[in-house]
């Protein structure tokens, strides 16, 4: 365990300490941002809108107590959603999509000695393959969990008012009761430490593949289960630190 820490702090100053020109590296940045962030709209609008939705019908099912106000399922979902659902769901999700694209293609690229033949001609391939992937992760993770924040309270109001379990305005009451600010930055803090391990991680299970296809596939199963395992203990740690 300590050989694989040690090799992976490793691969990460290996990509930093030489990087490419700034204008290759954006031209890369920006292409690994579409793949990444603009692709995974879609699957990320449906799991976070019917996150919301759920979420929402359940509490209200539970939420018997006739002293309890109704706008009580505004407020739960709303937190619930900023605090949890939205960047660990999202960022789970990711891990599988985002996770094994990278892992996949890296390992495809070091199996097929592509990897080999940018090192023949002077490219550092860590700075040139991961960097990119590792900023552009960074960067598309918090935009794709804002995005999942606000699928996911639209779809918890259209569950409840369309099901009749609460009117709108009660719901739209208890989003709007003691709204904390500093929820929505501790999600986005969230979402980039989670980008990095899973970028990260992925690129080092794929980057570092040996064999042939089926090490490739076994590297994309290694990458989706490590980054989930790093999430949820990231999320603990973060939990604990800053709230």
Known sequence: MLKIFGNFILFIQSMITRTERFSVLWKRFIDEAIL?????????????????????????????????????????????????????????????????????????????????????MGINSASYLVLPRILASMFMFPLLVILAMALSILGGYLAGTLSGVLAAQDYIEGIRTDFIPYNVTFALIKAVVFAFLVSAISAYKGYFTEGGALEVGGASTAAVTNSIIAILLADYALAAILL
């Not at 709209?41 to 939705?53: H, K, L, N, Q, T």
């Not at 979420?55 to 619930?80: D, F, H, W």
């Open 36 to 120: 990444i962030g603009v692709d995974s709209i879609f699957i990320v609008g449906i799991v976070s809108a019917f996150i919301g939705a759920v979420t929402c019908i359940q509490i209200a099912y539970n939420l018997v107590n006739p002293l309890i106000p109704k706008s009580t399922i505004g407020y739960m979902v709303r937190e619930m959603t900023i605090l949890e659902l939205a960047p660990t769901i999202t960022s789970i999700v990711l891990a599988g999509k985002v996770g094994s694209s990278i892992a996949g293609g890296l390992g495809t690229m070091r199996i097929t000695e592509q990897v080999s033949a940018l090192e023949v």
